[in-house]
């Protein structure tokens, strides 16, 4: 639907997470018999997961340890390849000093870590491969304008799959003053399965599709740690985004045979969070924020987007996420707080029972309502019975 902004010019209306709600349906079903596993297939090879869920490209997020510990609990971690890990040979005493920041100060003295030292290819290597020795796949993140420079590194250490990461990746760059990467041909001629975004409209997430990708990421500044949407106002709710994605999906299938899995990327925090995604189209999600609080992730308690530390356009801030819990309890469970943000895949799985959907294709068609007033009800419910209240 299209509301007019004013003479000469409409918008359509567009839903984040907290505005709609999952309808249960006729039929419950039995949590032990509802599947959340996520799989892909690449040049006949099939790539199985047994949770839907990627971990962030954040420093503060996935380090190779971490990646090791979620590729056993039966997720894929992806890690940055443009950042502390592949520029410093020991990137803790970096880690430690961004935790030590003070706010003010946290933006400049990151810039001043990431521009003291360049990426080294040895260290994309070494990195990579270190996720390969604890014998889980490899997954990591490069940037359209570093993807042909870092890529014979990052599969010298045996990569498994690549995301082709930005704020906004088009599959049309166009520059006057340096040529822009083909993502068509590169993808095309690259032996390994490709993951690119982000991206957040019907139009930008089909021509990705187009390129042979088997994954688009679907999100522009939804993060708690991402500033896009402040810095250069761009962006989509996620509902809505991931709507659209699934439609260009639906659109691509039909002209080429091939699905392309939608990835939720960003703006989930619980269980909740994850379960609305699926049931608005996407195949899996990407999380940051929520994993950051693990007491695996290698942030100290923080953690802070891929463009944080831009040197003349910083888009995102360092955040607190204190230590919750365990990944496992964090992914899995068991959870000790009722509010959501623990156990986040049982949450899903939880919600796929009780609205009677066997995995996670089925759930995609569960009936949702634009529902705010749901959020209201709740704060309501919580205050009259002295939730934040210092009772």
Request: aromatic share 6%.
């Amino acid at each position: 639907m299209e509301i007019e902004i004013g003479r000469g010019k409409t918008a359509r209306r567009a839903y984040g997470f907290d505005d709609v709600a999952i309808v249960p349906s006729r039929r419950t079903r039995d949590p032990r018999d509802v599947n959340i596993g996520w799989e892909f297939s690449f040049q006949g090879r099939e790539y199985s997961f047994g949770l839907p869920v990627l971990a962030s490209a954040m420093d503060g997020v996935v380090d190779p340890t971490f990646a090791v510990a979620m590729g056993r609990l039966g997720g894929l971690a992806v890690l940055n390849l443009e950042g502390i890990q592949t520029r410093y040979a020991d990137p803790a005493p970096q880690l430690d000093a961004i935790a030590s920041f003070d706010r003010e100060e946290a933006t400049r003295k990151m810039q001043e870590i990431y521009a003291a030292e360049d990426v080294k290819a040895e260290l994309v290597t070494e990195r990579v491969k270190a996720i390969k020795d604890g014998g889980v796949l490899a997954a990591a993140s490069l940037t359209p304008q570093n993807v042909e420079r870092f890529i014979e590194p990052a599969l010298a250490g045996g990569l498994d799959v690549l995301i082709i990461q930005g704020t906004v990746v088009s599959a049309e760059h166009v520059s006057s003053f340096d040529k822009p990467l083909d993502l068509n041909a590169f993808i095309r001629d690259l032996d390994i399965p490709v993951i690119v975004g982000g991206c957040c409209s019907y139009q930008g997430a089909l021509h990705l599709m187009r390129t042979g990708a088997v994954g688009v990421l679907v999100g522009v500044g939804p993060g708690h740690a991402c500033t896009s949407r402040r810095v250069l106002g761009i962006g989509v709710p996620q509902c809505t985004a991931i709507a659209d994605a699934a439609a260009a999906r639906m659109r691509h299938l039909d002209e080429t045979g091939t699905y392309c899995h939608v990835i939720a990327d960003g703006g989930m925090r619980t269980g909740g969070d994850l379960a609305k995604a699926i049931a608005c189209g996407a195949d899996s999600v990407m999380i940051g924020s929520p994993l950051a609080a693990a007491t695996e992730a290698p942030g100290r308690g923080y953690h802070w987007g891929m463009a944080t530390f831009h040197p003349e356009l910083p888009r995102g801030t360092r955040v607190f996420a204190g230590q919750k819990g365990t990944l496992e309890e964090i992914l899995v469970g068991p959870a000790r707080e009722n509010d959501g943000t623990l156990n986040l895949c049982g949450g899903l799985r939880t919600s796929m029972a009780t609205c009677g959907y066997e995995n996670l294709k089925a759930f995609q068609k569960a009936e949702v309502m634009v529902a705010p007033s749901l959020q209201t009800e709740g704060k309501v419910l919580q205050q009259s019975q002295g939730v934040g209240m210092g009772r």
